[in-house]
């Protein structure tokens, strides 16, 4: 069993430290330390997102991008306290650390996958990043690696109305996995069901500017046109996450038994 303790000390260095993650010209850190889950690579999930209803057949599985994948490593990256209430004030367009977040921050999310793939070459195995593979890509704005639904299975957390990842640390932050050929010990998932971390509050609903979201859940199709606006706008940028900020999943997982405690 390879140590993953070792792992996610390196990785909390790594996030820690490093110059890119810093907002430009405002001297705060874009992301804080990641929660991160291990996902065996034959977990039967992986085969159930290929359903129509849950993900797509196009959907890979670990085996499917690297024959001898064990396990997934998958983490949350979570915008800091600043990033996030920066993007909480107002409820029409994206604050610069947001669009920041978004743009450089996904940047710094890639250079978290590669370090953490140099990390399972030195432990003697063997990594490969979906995200930077060239086989990635989508269809009809369906990924064939879907990050959150790696997460879900990886133990992380859950979806919430607003379609978003929540986990322990909220909703606002990124996502990213690596597949390895290491046998690290997985991650148990605490919950059962796909929206237990939200507590179906609404706040989401009213937070976002094109109403894409509401009581059923969200349509994806609004909230792309809007992020199309926002690119008008903020070019090279873009970005919202207004249904991620000032509401009760944006720093914990309102859901989950005993969040009140939760990350503020
Ligand atoms: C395409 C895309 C979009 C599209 C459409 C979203 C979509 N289709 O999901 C658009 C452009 C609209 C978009 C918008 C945004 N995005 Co986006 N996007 C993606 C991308 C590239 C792929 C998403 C995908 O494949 N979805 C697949 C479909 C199937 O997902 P779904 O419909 O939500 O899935 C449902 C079903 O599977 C259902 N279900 C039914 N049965 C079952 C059974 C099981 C077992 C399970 C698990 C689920 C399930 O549950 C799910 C939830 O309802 C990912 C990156 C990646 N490669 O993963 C980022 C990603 C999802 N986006 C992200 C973000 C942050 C955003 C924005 C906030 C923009 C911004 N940064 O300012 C917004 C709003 C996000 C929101 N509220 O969800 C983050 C999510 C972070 C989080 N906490 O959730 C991701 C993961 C990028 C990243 N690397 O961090 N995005
Ligand atoms: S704002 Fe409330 S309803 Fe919306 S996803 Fe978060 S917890 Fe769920
Ligand atoms: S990211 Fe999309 S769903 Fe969320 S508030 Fe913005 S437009 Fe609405």
Partial sequence: ??????????????????PLNQVEGVAIKIFDSPIIGIANAGDPLFDQLKEETVSGP????PKEWFPEAKTVISYFLPFTNEVRKSNGVGSEYPSYEWLYGRIEGERF?????????????????????????????SINNRSNWSERHIAYIAGIGTFGLSKSLITEKG?????GSVITN?????????????????????????????????QEGKKHEPCDAFLSLTKEKFAPRYGCGKCQTAV???GRAPGKKGAEIGYL
């Fill in 1 to 18: 069993m390879s140590n993953m303790e070792d792992l996610i000390i390196s990785v909390n260095g790594f996030v820690e430290n490093h």
């Fill in 58 to 61: 196009h959907h890979m599985t």
């Fill in 109 to 137: 999310n890639r250079e978290v996958m590669k370090f953490i793939a140099e990390k399972v070459i030195e432990m003697g195995g063997c990594a490969l990043i979906p995200a930077e593979d060239s086989r990635i890509s």
């Fill in 171 to 175: 909703s606002a932050g990124r996502v």
């Fill in 182 to 214: 290491l046998s690290y010990q997985t991650t148990d998932r605490t919950y059962q069901e796909i929206y237990e971390y939200c507590n179906h509050c609404g706040a989401c609903i009213h937070r976002c500017p094109v109403s894409a979201i509401n």
């Fill in 248 to 250: 009760p999943c944006e």
